[in-house]
């Protein structure tokens, strides 16, 4: 605030309790040529400025009041502002952190949701890698069968060409022999026949 009210409150209460002294109105009646008060004033600089009696004392004490009832007002209104100024200020602090923790845990987020992301892209990298060997496996075992299968059924066939074959083999050396012997059936009868 620019200016201090505590502090002119104080000068104000001081200046009052210097200007006046309470004493006995007993003592009073003793001075000389003053009026009965129960307040003797401490500094006098001119007759006008004298108190004489308790009214004008009490007058001065109600203006005294009011002055620190406006001042106490005037403090009060300064509290208020001041009062408003740090709650406005605490709520702004307040909505500034927020919003760093609201950022800190966006970050925080965003990170977790990469690391999250790093994780399932590695287990399903790992697998996709056990699924290929799977699938080579699996591809390889049923070339394997295949394979299997056209070797058992080209050996099969190579095995009736064979039995084929030997069977014609075998009719054929039966149709030489055959021929071999009727070939020499036929030499002794024409022999027989040349002997007669």
Same mark, same amino acid.
């Given at each position: 605030?620019?200016?201090?009210?505590? *502090?002119?409150?104080?000068?104000?209460?001081?200046?009052?309790?210097?200007?006046? #002294?309470?004493?006995?109105?007993?003592?009073?009646?003793?001075?000389?040529?003053?009026?009965? *008060?129960?307040?003797?004033?401490?500094?006098?600089?001119?007759?006008?400025?004298?108190?004489?009696?308790?009214?004008?004392?009490?007058?001065?004490?109600?203006?005294?009041? *009011?002055?620190?009832?406006?001042?106490?007002?005037? =403090?009060?209104?300064?509290?208020?502002?001041?009062?408003?100024?740090?709650?406005?200020? %605490?709520?702004?602090?307040?909505?500034?952190?927020?919003?760093?923790?609201?950022? #800190?845990?966006?970050?925080?987020?965003?990170?977790?949701?990469?690391?999250?992301?790093? #994780?399932?892209?590695?287990?399903?990298?790992?697998?996709?890698?056990?699924?290929? %060997?799977?699938? &080579?496996?699996?591809? &390889?075992?049923?070339?394997?069968?295949?394979?299997?299968?056209?070797?058992?059924?080209?050996?099969?066939?190579?095995? %009736?060409?064979?039995?084929?074959?030997?069977?014609?083999?075998?009719? =054929? *050396?039966?149709?030489?022999?055959?021929? &071999?012997?009727?070939? &020499?059936?036929?030499?002794?009868?024409?022999?027989?026949?040349?002997?007669?």
């Amino acid at each position: 605030m620019e200016f201090n009210r505590e *502090s002119e409150v104080r000068e104000l209460e001081r200046k009052f309790n210097d200007s006046i #002294e309470l004493c006995e109105v007993a003592q009073t009646e003793k001075t000389k040529g003053r009026a009965k *008060s129960p307040f003797n004033v401490k500094y006098e600089s001119t007759r006008d400025e004298k108190i004489h009696t308790v009214e004008q004392e009490m007058f001065r004490l109600k203006e005294m009041q *009011s002055k620190v009832l406006g001042m106490q007002e005037t =403090l009060e209104g300064a509290f208020g502002k001041e009062a408003k100024k740090m709650k406005e200020k %605490e709520i702004k602090d307040l909505r500034n952190k927020y919003k760093v923790r609201v950022l #800190e845990i966006e970050a925080m987020y965003k990170e977790k949701e990469k690391e999250l992301k790093r #994780e399932y892209d590695q287990k399903l990298e790992k697998v996709m890698q056990k699924l290929k %060997e799977k699938v &080579k496996e699996t591809i &390889k075992i049923k070339v394997a069968e295949e394979v299997q299968d056209i070797k058992k059924t080209v050996e099969k066939k190579v095995l %009736e060409a064979k039995l084929r074959d030997k069977n014609v083999i075998d009719k =054929l *050396s039966q149709m030489y022999i055959d021929l &071999k012997e009727k070939y &020499k059936r036929d030499i002794q009868k024409i022999q027989e026949n040349n002997r007669q």
